[in-house]
């Protein structure tokens, strides 16, 4: 089965990489997950989760089974581990945990070296929280990469999403180079969509968007570039508050990360949790 490549908006429409806008036959963003998750192959993620006895473990796992594209959940009382298969976004996973008042920290999804993540940024100096938004990324099967986005405290809009050449952020998405395999797509005979055109985020009049996307792409050709995702193509400004960027770096596939302490800091991950919230991390 061939990948597809589209986004979904939180305003039911499908944005596809052409560019064109087609009206969902869809009501919900839910029902277009479906769509989605029908294509995607089930991955195993684990997520670090307060837990204090069993009620705890059939609370979490009751609220999680509710979303769609979860096969089966498991628990460490122990360990204070959540670990889920399944194609749900693990966006939505995390949402159902802090549906039962408890929060979440991913700690490993996907095989070894299968997984990345992108913190979005602002550059602006007009802005105190520069963390904007979060991009998380798995490695499904050899021809197969999700992507799981959200947007956070941004003007309500529709932004482009692509994968940059290069990885330098010096100077914000203007130092990021050009569009990814934008100039071989374009030669290639015949021509073919770049694997760096993403298409778009539509966020809504609160601030948030949200996107459940797969491309045919592999994890190691992302890493060490860049994400940059704006209303504009190119000649970005450094100051446009809604102009966001990040580095693509590797993180941890599951049972990968069994650190509960940081050796840098000496604090625990919920420690390092609150702390980055409080930035705007989501």
């Known amino acids: 089965m061939t990948p597809r490549s589209l986004l979904l908006s939180n ?17 919900t963003r839910e029902q277009e997950s479906d769509l989605i998750a029908t294509m995607i192959p089930p991955f195993e993620t684990t997520f670090a989760v307060p837990l204090s006895c069993e009620s705890c473990i059939k609370d979490v796992s009751t609220s999680l089974y509710k979303v769609d594209g979860i ?4 628990a460490d009382l122990k360990n204070q581990l959540i670990s889920i298969t399944g194609n749900a976004a693990p966006s939505a996973i995390v ?18 070296e299968s997984a990345a993540v992108c913190i979005l940024e602002t550059h602006s100096s007009s802005v105190r929280d520069h963390v904007r938004g979060l991009i998380r990324l798995v490695q499904v099967n050899s ?12 003007t309500p809009g529709s932004y482009n999403v692509t994968v940059r050449t290069a990885g330098d952020i010096s100077n914000g998405a203007a130092s990021t180079g050009g569009i990814w395999d934008a100039l071989e797509a374009k030669q290639a005979s015949p021509p073919r969509p770049g694997k760096g055109i993403f298409g778009r985020i539509e966020v809504a009049q609160s601030g948030l968007g949200t ?4 491309k ?6 992302l890493i060490g570039r860049s994400i940059v995702v704006s209303r504009k193509q190119d000649s970005f400004d450094k100051e446009d508050p809604d102009t966001l960027v ?25 420690e390092e949790r609150k702390e980055q919230t409080a930035k705007g991390m989501l």
């Open 95 to 112: 949402s159902a945990i802090q549906d039962t008042g408890r929060d979440a920290i991913l700690r490993g999804s996907g095989k070894a």
């Open 11 to 27: 305003r039911g429409t499908i944005k596809h990489d052409s560019g064109n806008e087609h009206h969902s036959q869809f009501d």
């Open 143 to 154: 021809e197969m990469t999700i992507l799981d986005m959200t947007l956070r405290g941004v």
């Open 211 to 214: 996107v459940f996307i797969d």
């Open 71 to 74: 096969n089966n959940v498991s």
């Open 216 to 221: 045919p792409i592999q994890i190691w050709e």
């Open 246 to 270: 990040g580095v693509i770096a590797r993180s941890a596939g599951v049972w990968d990360n069994d650190k509960t302490v940081c050796s840098c800091s000496g604090k625990t991950v919920w």
